[in-house]
């Protein structure tokens, strides 16, 4: 056990440091579940890329840095540190890319890895569908195929951000008599194509961060199928691991949130002590959002030594969701009768985004396997509890 | 950056988990509980005994003292044996805290070697007095005190000392109150030096409470998952049941977080970061919470046998409450952490948890 960073970690901390310093946006991006935020949010990424720090996890040979997980923790804590943006290209880059790098053949991944890098293409995730929810094996929009050809019908929904996506992937029936998770296969699909509706869905900040995806007789070309016809569920089940696993919530944006919910505690101290369990909360703040830090330290050190990642990686999402919501929830207390205030009121001085990620914490739980599920998956797969 | 054990020390860990598993099986802390167990301490002599031969004495004496000079890192996968067994106190009191504050000694201190190598030989147990614990634990037992007064670290034998017994509701730990009288003889360090070894005693004492208490939480955990494996109920095993998996799946992900939270205070404390005291105090709050839960889920889990002597969960679940307010209770830890981290110079945020 040595926690000490090397002098080539430090030196490396302090090149994403001085890049970050010198082109993180000054002033705030929109959100990007508007259509102008997305924008914005895209031009962001391709400078990121440019900058060679869009995916510092990929190999040399495809633009990215080769980096081991312990060099990501230091970027991604540069990063939002920095204030940087989110990372609207999330989809691609950290989940797709990885599922592609893995099944895609060598033609799929020059056609898509590059433009995928560069923000040509902007990817979607298409999984859920209204039958479909935590049960995914219950997916029934059909891809038949017709020649070179799969014909897609039905409906995918709950898609972020598809409204201004140019791809999506997702999971579709391929076999029309099977069941369950079999006869399904993973399809890339363009969402510009003839027989595509998009409708968008107003989330709980009133913005259309998510869609429907309706499919009408949709051709796709057989080309668009990674891995083989049929095996799409242990394809699909790879990109769930990505995400479930390590890269999805990176441990520095909790911990920059908990710096924040400190800062905010300190200066309305006087009136939020008057509330005694307030100061408790704050420091279970701090305590949590540090475990989640060691915590993924310590998965990292021993993956770069060659580990493998267990089912104890199903603790994660439940752990960063609940902490999340916790410190949100813990912000909206100390606002007190400000905390309901929209921040660009008159007199909403000093409320800050608290409101608006406390809103999205509460789906922490939900999407990337509810924290149900994953519980169910603990139980079974880490403690050996009986199905 | 290296957040893993060497292979030495969990070949280490591995062992004492199976040399205990053999050794102190539950029918034997049963006996050592029931006060009519007449061959109790022979029973205790001879596991004392085996367990010197495992050289747990010997794990952090100093080299020069006959020890194998091993640090708070080794001691944190030995705690949480020492948990999951529920070993009483004499031995992490004696092997680990008592070593602490004599290895801080000057070397011309004559207590100092001739303690350290009696520890480190197996033989003897030391009682450790800490202002932090009202009372203090195993000292009828204990062939010698280190006693705090005004600062000061005391050595007493045990022949000078009065001491009177109570029972806690954990069967296995004696909580004594002890008279004597300190005196320039029996001084081994003065306020100045005394201060800053009773600091580092209450963070090792904290930390091995914590190390504990994360073990008894995987052996209940443990002891529900293999009874709701049996027991079944509407024609299944209740541990088919989702509610019953949530229970013990909350436990698990507590578990989880506090691990690597109790690895990094070990760490903390054997280079002597400054930021160690804190550290301590949130492994101690977080494993302490995780045991608590354990508890609460595990007896949930058994029905109305949770509720029972017969279960042995019960041994572990008494043993996890005390503990919980030994070494500084939660208030005690919270405040360390507040005063350290609520505060506008506070090093916070991304990129700040190792520095
Ligand atoms: C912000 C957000 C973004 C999303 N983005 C996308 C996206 O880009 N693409 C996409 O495909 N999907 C997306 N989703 C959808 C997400 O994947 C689903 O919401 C999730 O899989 C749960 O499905 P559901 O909403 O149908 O809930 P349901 O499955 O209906 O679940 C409702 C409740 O029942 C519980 N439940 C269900 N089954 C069980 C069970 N077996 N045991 C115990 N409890 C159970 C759930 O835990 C939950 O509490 C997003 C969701 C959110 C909130």
Redesign the interface.
Same mark, same amino acid.
């Given at each position: 056990?040595?926690?000490?960073?090397?002098p080539e970690?430090i030196a490396f901390?302090q090149e994403v440091r001085t890049w970050m310093q010198a082109n993180v946006p000054k002033v705030p991006l929109q959100d990007f579940d508007t259509e102008e935020g997305f924008m914005q949010h895209r031009a962001w990424e391709k400078k990121l890329n440019e900058g060679g720090w869009g995916m510092v996890t990929w190999p040399r040979e495809l633009g990215g840095r080769s980096c081991n997980l =312990?060099e990501w923790l =230091?970027f991604?804590?540069?990063y939002?540190?920095a204030g940087a943006p989110l990372r609207v290209n999330q989809n691609g880059i950290f989940l797709l890319g990885p599922t592609l790098m893995e099944y895609g053949t060598d033609e799929q991944k020059k056609r898509f890895l590059p433009r995928m890098a560069s923000c040509e293409d902007m990817w979607a995730q298409a999984w859920s569908e209204p039958g479909a929810g935590s049960d995914m094996a219950a997916i029934r929009t059909k891809a038949v195929r017709d020649g070179d050809h799969y014909v897609i019908n039905g409906q995918k929904t709950w898609s972020t951000r598809a409204r201004w996506a140019d791809w999506g992937f997702g999971l579709f029936r391929t076999d029309p008599e099977s069941e369950r998770h079999h006869g399904l296969s993973y399809i890339l699909v363009p969402l510009d194509l003839p027989g595509i509706t998009i409708r968008p869905i107003r989330q709980l900040n009133g913005l259309a961060g998510f869609a429907e995806i309706f499919f009408d007789d949709v051709k796709v070309p057989v080309e668009n199928l990674l891995g083989k016809e049929g095996g799409g569920w242990g394809v699909a089940m790879a990109t769930a691991g990505f995400e479930r696993g390590l890269m999805l919530r990176s441990?520095?944006?909790y911990?920059?949130t908990?710096?924040r919910l400190?800062?905010l505690? &300190?200066a309305n101290r006087e009136e939020a002590d008057r509330d005694a369990s307030i100061?408790?909360a704050?420091?279970k703040a701090?305590?949590?959002a540090?475990?989640?830090? &060691?915590?993924t330290?310590?998965t990292?050190?021993?993956l770069v030594?060659g580990g493998k990642i267990g089912p104890?990686s199903s603790?994660n999402k =439940?752990?960063w969701s609940e902490l999340d919501i916790h410190m949100h929830e813990t912000a909206m207390r100390i606002l007190g009768p400000r905390a309901e205030l929209l921040p660009e009121g008159p007199d909403a001085d000093g409320v800050g985004n608290w409101l608006d990620g406390f809103l999205f914490s509460l789906a922490g739980p939900i999407y990337a396997g509810s924290n149900?599920i994953?519980?169910?998956i603990?139980?079974?797969r880490?403690?050996?509890?009986?199905? | 950056m290296d957040f893993t054990f060497s292979e030495d020390q969990i070949a280490f860990r591995d062992t004492m988990h199976s040399f205990f598993a053999k050794e102190l099986p539950v029918e034997t802390i049963r006996k050592l509980w029931e006060n009519e167990a007449a061959d109790a301490s022979s029973i205790r002599a001879d596991l004392a005994g085996k367990i010197a031969e495992q050289g747990l004495f010997a794990l952090s004496v100093p080299e020069d003292f006959g020890g194998l000079g091993l640090s708070d890192v080794d001691w944190v996968l030995m705690t949480q044996e020492l948990g999951y067994y529920g070993v009483t106190d004499d031995v992490v009191d004696t092997a680990y805290i008592a070593v602490g504050i004599l290895a801080g000694l000057p070397d011309d201190q004559p207590v100092k070697a001739e303690w350290l190598g009696r520890i480190a030989e197996g033989g003897v147990r030391v009682a450790v007095g800490h202002p932090a614990n009202r009372l203090i634990a195993h000292a009828d037992r204990a062939d010698l005190l280190l006693l705090w007064h005004n600062d000061e670290v005391h050595a007493v034998p045990a022949a000078s000392v009065q001491v009177s017994v109570n029972s806690s509701v954990d069967l296995g730990r004696r909580l004594c109150r002890v008279n004597w009288t300190p005196s320039p003889a029996t001084r081994i360090a003065d306020a100045a030096l005394g201060k800053s070894l009773w600091a580092d005693a209450l963070n090792r004492g904290a930390l091995a409470a914590a190390g504990q208490m994360l073990g008894l939480a995987q052996r209940m955990v443990d002891i529900s998952i293999a009874y709701t494996a049996e027991r079944k109920q509407f024609g299944k095993p209740i541990g088919s049941f989702q509610a019953v998996k949530h229970h013990l799946a909350n436990v698990a992900v507590k578990s989880e977080f506090s691990r690597p939270v109790l690895e990094r205070a070990a760490y903390a404390l054997a280079e002597g970061q400054s930021q160690a005291g804190e550290f301590v105090s949130h492994a101690k709050l977080a494993c302490g919470e995780a045991a608590w839960l354990a508890s609460r889920s595990g007896i949930q889990v058994h029905g109305a046998m949770g509720y029972t002597w017969e279960v042995d969960l019960q041994i572990f679940m008494k043993r996890a409450w005390a503990l919980d307010a030994a070494w500084g209770d939660r208030a005690v830890h919270k405040n360390r952490i507040a005063d350290g981290y609520l505060r506008a110079d506070a090093l916070l945020g991304a990129g700040n948890t190792f520095n």
């Open positions: 056990m040595d926690l000490k960073y090397t970690q901390r =312990i =230091i991604e804590e540069e939002w540190r441990p520095a944006r911990q920059e908990a710096r400190v800062s505690y &300190l100061r408790d704050v420091i701090w305590m949590d540090e475990a989640y830090t &060691l915590s330290y310590r990292a050190s021993k030594q104890e603790t =439940i752990f149900e994953q519980r169910n603990i139980a079974e880490m403690l050996g509890m009986p199905r | -």
